[in-house]
């Protein structure tokens, strides 16, 4: 149980273009979902945490308009990466938990972004 | 601030001989800290977790941490490695956040 999906697992665009990452409960609802990112050889970041039905709330220097989130349903969130720029190539982790940061985060497999 | 310093980047130990991997952290108030495992192309899974109780906490796969406030540290061990450990291990505290260490990768060697 607790499985947590992320689609696509990895992805190559170019220069500009906009990216879509979906991150998916399988088989709970989850509440609140995190987006984290993480640069080769370091640790993940917190980008962002959303409620369902809610607006996201970024972390400072998250740029909101860059990396918009969407969690429309209990079962899933999205990451759109907008304008996307070689410096935006990174690793993308979700979770999600039932209830908050405060309850256990199950997290996905992770999505590998590269943008040429 | 809180904050979690992962003492080795990488471990490598033999199949069979025993694991350490070294966490130390900083923290204003009365921690939760967690252990948390990364394999290839699978989601981080929860080793472990220290939430104010017992001070030796045990958890999956036969992995242990003890949380030691006088030296802030919360060090995972194993007794024995296999080689299914080989894996990127996490030390992680919570606030209103998780915030994570820098990673330790485990090889095992046959």
């Known amino acids: 149980g607790a499985v947590v999906s992320q689609h696509p697992s990895w992805v190559i665009c170019k220069s500009g273009t906009s990216v879509k990452i979906e991150c998916r409960s399988l088989?709970?609802?989850?509440?609140?979902m995190f987006w984290y990112r993480q640069f080769p050889k370091q640790s993940l970041m917190l980008m962002a945490t959303?409620?369902?039905?809610?607006?996201?709330?970024?972390e400072q220097g998250v740029e909101k308009d860059k990396f918009l989130i969407n969690h429309a349903s209990l079962t899933l969130s999205t990451l759109t990466v907008t304008s996307a720029h070689p410096e935006d190539s990174s690793f993308y982790i979700c979770s999600a938990s039932v209830g908050g940061a405060y309850n256990e985060q199950f997290f996905g497999p992770g999505t590998r972004l590269t943008v040429l | 601030a809180q904050s979690v310093t992962q003492l080795d980047s990488h471990v490598s130990v033999s199949e069979g001989t025993p694991v350490l991997l070294r966490c130390n952290y900083s923290?204003?108030?009365?921690?939760?800290l967690f252990w948390y495992v990364q394999h290839p192309n699978k989601g981080l899974q929860l080793l472990l977790k220290y939430t104010s109780a017992a001070t030796l906490v045990k958890g999956i796969n036969g992995f242990e941490a003890e949380f030691k406030k006088s030296e802030t540290s919360f060090h995972l061990t194993k007794p024995s490695a296999h080689m299914s450990d080989a894996a990127e291990y996490f030390c992680?505290?919570?606030?209103?956040?998780?915030?994570f260490g820098a990673g330790t990768r485990l090889a095992v060697h046959p």
């Open positions: 992680v505290v919570r606030v209103n956040k998780l915030i």
């Open positions: 923290s204003s108030y009365s921690p939760s």
């Open positions: 088989d709970f609802q989850a509440t609140t």
């Open positions: 959303s409620n369902e039905g809610s607006k996201a709330t970024y």
